[in-house]
């Protein structure tokens, strides 16, 4: 009867990522579960699953389910802003106000930065608001790049996490990163097209340009504690839950931009 959740992506803990702290870039995940399970990728929206003890994660047991299922992507969170280096006081821009964004704003909360949200739909940068970010530009009226250095007294962010696909924004996500700053390409692009970076740039500011790709084993524990000691209440972002027969509406609405998470339950 114990609430559990499970870290999907395996690991092999042999490859030079594993060996030295980096699970989520292991270079044969998947493989072992396949092996394991009879199937070709970990799945999910199964009755049963089989993975190795060491993927399975317990949870405080009155931890609402509609809790527990933010543990992976708040987990795939938690490993960006680990990329990101937030230090106390920084100023952190993050780009986009999905569930991936407002998670970004929530954990940089955590973190004891000032958070600047670049979101144009008012609805999902109130959201933001009531998660504590500081300020909310709208990239569709002001110029993000010039509008974050304004605010930053012409310096940039510390630290700006990408969490939307649009290439453009990649590379404004850059140019408003501050000199010693980090910028954190959370959400792969669609489509992958190169963007304009300029080498004197990178030179003269030492910035880092970095990704972040799944969730370290810790960044998914701490996620896992994280909520079920109810630090941080994300409730609100679970904004519908259908019972498998209605799963193609779930997917239909998930799709929705008037939607953060959505919940399929039986
Ligand atoms: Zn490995």
């Not at 990649?170 to 010693?180: D, G, N, Y």
């Not at 963007?195 to 880092?208: A, D, F, G, L, R």
Request: one cysteine or more; a negative charge; aromatic letters at 6%.
């Amino acid at each position: 009867s114990a609430t559990l959740t499970i870290r999907v992506l395996n690991h092999c803990g042999t490859c030079y990522y594993c060996r030295h702290g980096r699970e989520n870039l292991c270079k044969n995940s998947y493989k072992k579960s396949a092996a394991a399970a009879g199937q070709l990728l970990p799945n999910g929206l199964s009755e049963y699953l089989c993975v190795d003890a060491n993927q399975v994660y317990k949870l405080s047991n009155d931890l609402p389910y509609e809790q527990a299922v933010f543990v992976e992507p708040f987990a795939c969170v938690l490993n960006s802003i680990d990329r990101g280096q937030i230090h106390l006081g920084d100023d952190v821009v993050v780009i986009g106000g999905g569930v991936m964004g407002i998670l970004h704003v929530i954990a940089a909360k955590l973190s004891g930065a000032r958070v600047i949200l670049s979101e144009p739909y008012k609805p999902r940068a109130e959201m933001a608001k009531k998660y504590g970010c500081d300020i909310v530009i709208d990239p569709t009226i002001v110029d993000p790049v010039e509008e974050v250095k304004r605010i930053t007294d012409g310096e940039g962010a510390n630290v700006v996490f990408n969490t939307t696909p649009i290439v453009k924004v990649a590379e404004q996500a850059v140019q408003m990163t501050a000199q010693m700053g980090r910028c954190v390409m959370y959400s792969s692009m669609h489509p992958d097209v190169p963007i304009q970076v300029s080498p004197n740039y990178i030179h003269n500011t030492e910035i880092v340009i970095t990704g972040s790709k799944s969730p370290s084993i810790e960044a998914f524990d701490t996620s896992a504690r994280i909520l079920s000691k109810k630090i941080v209440d994300l409730t609100p972002l679970l904004t519908e839950s259908y019972s498998m027969e209605e799963a193609d509406t779930a997917f239909e609405r998930a799709m929705s931009v008037e939607t953060y998470r959505v919940m399929i339950k039986w």
